[in-house]
């Protein structure tokens, strides 16, 4: 299974098309809390593929604060770093980041992709759905999946 963490719904589903169509099962986590209510008990996970913006459920009782998240800027950064502290059987090695993150922002997010070997797609460089599914088929072959 793919997971697709990403609060943007349609450009999700859009993206997921092309992998679906080469046989590839897929999942939409709609924000961080959802995602990582689904991701720590999953036994089926190929790939995550997680934005770095991303929503939180419910303010009050997420477990990603805007103070621990640079004002949700780097929620995906910190919902990474909480699996891989609780899964390392997956994590980071299952961890793709897509974004579309600024220049300041990115420079954080490579910085900690590095250390972690999580490799980083940047969302404007896919304008057609079946390049971003060239990319991640490449990733998953590389990481043996």
Do not use: W
């Not at 996970?45 to 459920?57: E, F, K, N, S, W």
């Not at 980041?97 to 992709?113: M, P």
């Amino acid at each position: 299974m793919i997971y697709f963490v990403d609060e943007d719904i349609q450009y999700s589903r859009e993206f997921s098309v092309p992998l679906q169509m080469r046989g590839h099962q897929l999942s939409i986590l709609p924000n961080a809390d959802v995602a990582y209510d689904t991701l720590e008990n999953a036994d089926d996970i190929d790939l995550v593929i997680v934005d770095i913006m991303l929503a939180t459920g419910d303010v009050q009782t997420s477990r990603f604060s805007s103070s621990d998240t640079d004002g949700f800027l780097e929620t995906g950064l910190l919902l990474m770093r909480y699996l891989s502290d609780l899964r390392p059987e997956y994590f980071p090695r299952k961890f793709v980041v897509l974004t579309a993150a600024g220049a300041k922002l990115i420079q954080r997010v490579n910085s900690v992709c590095v250390d972690l070997d999580v490799p980083v797609l940047k969302k404007g460089d896919f304008r057609v759905p079946s390049t971003l599914a060239n990319s991640i088929e490449g990733i998953l072959t590389e990481r043996g999946n």
